[in-house]
């Protein structure tokens, strides 16, 4: 896999950005939840779009430890990097 | 200290301004007196209820009211006791049996809630190393129970068995059994799973199937077996779960299947185990509602030519109601506003719905969920949709 954390966190922020309630000067270290204010719901949903892109599913479980765009990139490559 | 309650902030001001802005308590009502299956006393009103699950009216049963009485009378009240202690009696094992054959498959458990049999049967069949696949509109007790367990859990697109597919295709190769889970019809939206592509799909992909027929049980399929009888798929079903709670009209859940395991499962179950057992009257309550839905397929007929008449009369008024037809129907609304207004207005005029917001619905937006009985005569759904036209008007959400 090519993929690297910093490859994958500009992906997720550009499809956070295509998004227009998502406030335009975020980066790496913004806490989803917190920062971008999405629910438990939301969450998962953006997550399922993230999963179709780059074509690996992220167990809920795994979620559960994400808390900024940094944690989801590290999270998916590492289940890349596994798989 | 720090408040215990520090974490419910937000809940209070949202629920604070859904007081403020209707002016009751839309998770507080009380149904002060039951006239009939589809007619309560809301407020000293009598009130039309479109929100009750109770599809064929039989919480209202005089035969299942008098077994229930027969079984109090003969047994007592309750069971003290789990179904792995002291709980199981002979009644317990009877139901387990009706229900089994009723389904035409081996084996039925029986647990004291439908919320239980979902979270029961979820979190003992799937460990550690095995993979839960939801549909992502899934109900919290399915939720609740790939928590309680612990496999891996991954969620599929609503509906939608390519999706499906293409992640049961990702995890080829891994080691672990890998568990389905949709429902037959979806208690927010009323959509209808389509078990036989979803029945397709596990075949190919050599995974198991557990449908929750708790709004489709008695509602649908020749017998009312549900979504997989009527799409002829009850073979590729592995397990099926349900719920007492809506067409029998008691309360308690079922888990049949036709793997020789369900004695296992049984002790394995931490819902099942650590819980008290269904009290008699319940039991002898739903065994005999079960008698009638046989004996009354005209029931479902009933039922499902009233659903007709409810979401084509919403579609006709022009609200934005389910897409297809079952007997739940709900109104999808652009603003929290508006369906707040709405659904206070519909009760003050007599009409009583479920008022459902998100994140408990699909997509963000507030509905209005009504659900249909086989009991409800052609002039109230006709009044209830007058209701909802005129109701519609006055929040402008229609012109
Ligand atoms: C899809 C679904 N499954 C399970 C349940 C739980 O059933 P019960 O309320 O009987 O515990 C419900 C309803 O509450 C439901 O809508």
Redesign the pocket.
Same mark, same amino acid.
């Given at each position: 896999m090519s993929e690297t954390v910093d490859s994958v966190s500009a992906l997720i922020i550009q499809k956070l950005l295509d998004n227009p309630k998502v406030p335009r000067d975020i980066n790496g270290d913004c806490k989803i939840m917190e920062d971008l204010a999405f629910d438990s719901l939301a969450v998962m949903n953006f997550v399922m779009e993230i999963e179709d892109t780059l074509d690996v599913s992220v167990p809920l479980d795994k979620l559960a430890d994400v808390r900024t765009v940094d944690d989801l990139a590290k999270c998916i490559v590492d289940l890349q990097n596994k798989g | 200290m720090s408040s215990i309650f520090a974490k419910f902030s937000g809940t209070a001001s949202a629920l604070g301004g859904l007081i403020e802005s209707g002016g009751r308590n839309p998770f507080g009502v009380v149904i002060e007196k039951v006239v009939s299956s589809t007619v309560g006393v809301i407020e000293n009103r009598e009130t039309l209820l479109f929100g009750t699950n109770n599809y064929l009216g039989l919480s209202q049963s005089q035969n299942a009211v008098k077994a229930a009485q027969d079984a109090a009378a003969k047994y007592g009240v309750g069971t003290t006791g789990s179904r792995i202690a002291n709980g199981t009696q002979s009644l317990h094992r009877q139901l387990e049996v009706q229900i089994a054959s009723h389904f035409n498959r081996r084996d039925a458990m029986v647990f004291s =809630? #439908?919320?239980?049999a979902?979270l029961g049967i979820i979190s003992a069949l799937a460990g550690k190393e095995d993979y839960l696949l939801l549909d992502a509109d899934s +109900?919290a /007790?399915?939720y609740d129970g790939s928590r309680l367990s612990t496999a891996q859990v991954i969620r599929f697109r609503h509906n939608d068995p390519d999706d499906l597919h293409k992640r049961l295709k990702r995890l080829e190769g891994t080691p672990g059994a890998k568990l389905v889970v949709v429902?037959g019809i979806y /208690?927010m939206t009323g959509n209808i799973a389509p078990v036989a592509e979803f029945a397709a799909v596990k075949r190919e992909t050599d995974s198991y199937l557990l449908v929750?027929e708790? +709004?489709s049980f008695g509602v649908i399929g020749e017998n009312g077996l549900g979504v997989a009888e009527a799409a002829g798929v009850e073979k590729d079903v592995d397990f099926i779960a349900g =719920?007492? /709670?809506?067409s029998l009209g008691t309360?308690g #859940?079922y888990c049949v299947s036709d793997h020789p395991e369900m004695d296992l499962i049984r002790v394995n179950c931490r819902p099942y185990m650590f819980t008290a057992s269904l009290p008699p009257e319940v039991i002898a309550a739903t065994m005999t509602a079960l008698d009638e839905m046989k004996a009354h397929p005209e029931l479902r007929t009933q039922l499902m030519d009233n659903a007709k008449r409810l979401h084509g009369g919403l579609h006709r008024i022009g609200l934005n109601a389910s897409k297809q037809v079952s007997p739940v129907v709900a109104v999808t609304l652009e603003t929290l506003g508006q369906a707040i207004t709405m659904w206070n207005r519909l009760l003050e005029e007599g009409v009583y719905v479920n008022l459902s917001l998100p994140p408990a619905t699909p997509d963000n937006r507030p509905l209005l969920r009504c659900s249909v009985m086989a009991t409800h005569t052609p002039a109230q759904i006709d009044k209830a949709l007058e209701v909802f036209a005129s109701v519609a008007r006055e929040c402008s959400v229609l012109s």
């Open positions: - | =809630t #439908g919320y239980q979902n +109900h /007790s399915i429902e /208690s929750d708790a +709004h =719920t007492f /709670s809506k309360v #859940g």
